[in-house]
Nanobody, 119 residues
Framework: QVQVVESGGGLVQPGGSLTLSCAAS????????MGWYRQAPGKERELVAR???????NYADSVKGRFTISRDNAKNTVYLQMNSLKPEDTAVYYC?????????????WGQGTQVTVSS
């Protein structure tokens, strides 16, 4: 079982910054993607940013130029640096880890961390 642990959420004023961290217990060699999703009240969960094995990175249009995703393979950790935060960024942020096993590929999710952008 892969454990996914997030940290770094909180309350920040508009225009401020936060960094989220996500550590996965599985060896990085079997992880094929790590990323962040978010879900605001009354809305569906949406992709924020993700890194696919090989280095490809995807961002939601709404965060391009403001958020940066990065990873530290030695620590099995992915980070989301969030700058110029807006009230509409308020949501629960979930880390997602996709692991390829011998016979199947599975998704694992963290417990979620609340990000609130408000004055």
């Amino acid at each position: 079982q892969v454990q996914v642990v997030e940290s770094g959420g909180g309350l920040v004023q508009p225009g401020g910054s936060l960094t989220l961290s996500c550590a996965a217990s599985e060896s990085i060699s079997s992880i094929i993607a790590m990323g962040w999703y978010r879900q605001a009240p009354g809305k569906e969960r949406e992709l924020v940013a993700r890194i696919i094995s090989g280095g490809s990175i995807n961002y939601a249009d709404s965060v391009k130029g403001r958020f940066t995703i990065s990873r530290d393979n030695a620590k099995n950790t992915v980070y989301l640096q969030m700058n110029s935060l807006k009230p509409e960024d308020t949501a629960v942020y979930y880390c997602n880890v996709v692991v390829r096993w011998i016979l199947q590929t599975d998704d694992y999710w963290g417990q979620g961390t609340q990000v609130t952008v408000s004055s």
